[in-house]
């Protein structure tokens, strides 16, 4: 089992900046592939950002690409999520998930992530 918790979330006026933080315990941090993935009220969840096992790879959703970046910090078993540049369609509650992948992939499905955290909310005013 990996237990995951997210936090940094808040309110945020639109073209301010937040860092997500998700902290890892349970199994080994870097064995696993890291997801963050955000749902707005009356919406799907979906795919944001993604980092593999050893971070040299990245992946972003078009809507967040040029304003988040995601990291990992493995000695920490954190993940992090700076968003910059927030708009008010950024606003969801934000999750991290981990995913038992293979070294370097990363993944935009929810179908790969096999952990989740409960939940962090981050609200972006016009």
């Known amino acids: 089992q990996v237990q995951l918790v997210e936090s940094g979330g808040g309110l945020v006026q639109a073209g301010g900046s937040l860092r997500l933080s998700c902290a890892a315990s349970?199994?080994?941090?870097?064995?696993?592939?890291m997801g963050w993935f955000r749902q707005a009220p009356g919406k799907e969840r979906r795919f944001a950002a993604a980092?593999?096992?050893?971070?040299?790879?990245?992946y972003y959703a078009d809507s967040v690409k040029g304003r988040f970046t995601i990291s990992r910090d493995n000695a920490k078993n954190t993940v992090y999520l700076q968003m910059n540049n927030l708009k008010p369609e950024d606003t969801a509650v934000y999750y991290c998930?981990?995913?038992?992948?293979?070294?370097?992939?990363?993944?935009?499905?929810?179908?790969?992530?096999?952990?989740w955290g409960p939940g962090t909310q981050v609200t972006v005013s016009s």
């Open positions: 980092i593999s096992r050893g971070g040299s790879s990245k």
């Open positions: 998930a981990a995913a038992a992948l293979a070294y370097s992939i990363t993944s935009s499905s929810d179908k790969d992530y096999n952990y």
């Open positions: 349970g199994r080994t941090f870097s064995n696993y592939a």
